[in-house]
């Protein structure tokens, strides 16, 4: 019973960071609280007993945290730390198989780890969908209702999230071309 308890709390505090990650408009921000929410879902996944996610949910943390640090790094490191992350999730995922399931959730983490090292606005929020319907199997085989519940609200969070940076940016441009005298 208290395990339960603790499974559906770990799993709600993570979709409670994960959707207020999506809503930032400060894409080093979106990139900090996404890195909370990972190693949340990682104590929530290893109450599940789902090795293969808390690890690469771990990872996940730390591949965020880092990828925040090095927003307005040059390409080079960034290229760098990109593959040091990525050869790290196929290790983890390689030495935690469970099956093709485990395919999946490499190819997310594999996918997420591109989308925060190299893309930023509409693009990464947008990514971050396709990234939640790959987590969702995961969430549907271990019959967690917080990670199903987190995958649809992380996806209407990440389109709302890429329609605000999308209408931020579209604000911002006319001023840009009015003060370089562009503008009508």
Not at 96 to 116: E, N
Not at 154 to 160: D, E, I, R, S, V
């Amino acid at each position: 019973m208290a395990t339960d308890l603790l499974i559906h709390a770990t799993g709600l505090c993570a979709l409670a960071c994960n959707t207020l990650a999506l809503l930032r408009t400060c894409e080093r921000s979106l990139r900090l609280h996404s890195g909370v929410a990972g190693v949340i879902w990682a104590l929530n996944n290893i109450l599940l007993g789902a090795q293969t996610a808390a690890v690469l949910s771990l990872v996940s943390a730390g591949r965020t945290a880092t990828s925040a640090a090095t927003l307005h790094s040059g390409e080079r490191l960034r290229r760098g730390v990109f593959l040091g992350f990525a050869l790290l999730t196929v290790g983890v995922g390689a030495l935690t198989w469970d099956g093709w399931p485990s395919a999946l959730l490499i190819a997310a983490s594999l996918l997420s780890t591109y989308a925060v090292f190299f893309m930023t606005g509409r693009t990464l929020r947008c990514t971050m969908l396709l990234v939640s319907a790959l987590w969702m199997y995961h969430a549907w085989t271990c019959d967690s209702w917080e990670q199903m519940a987190a995958n649809v609200v992380t996806a209407a969070a990440a389109l709302y999230g890429a329609w605000r940076v999308q209408r931020l940016a579209q604000k911002q441009r006319p001023a840009a071309q009015c003060a370089a005298g562009l503008g009508s």
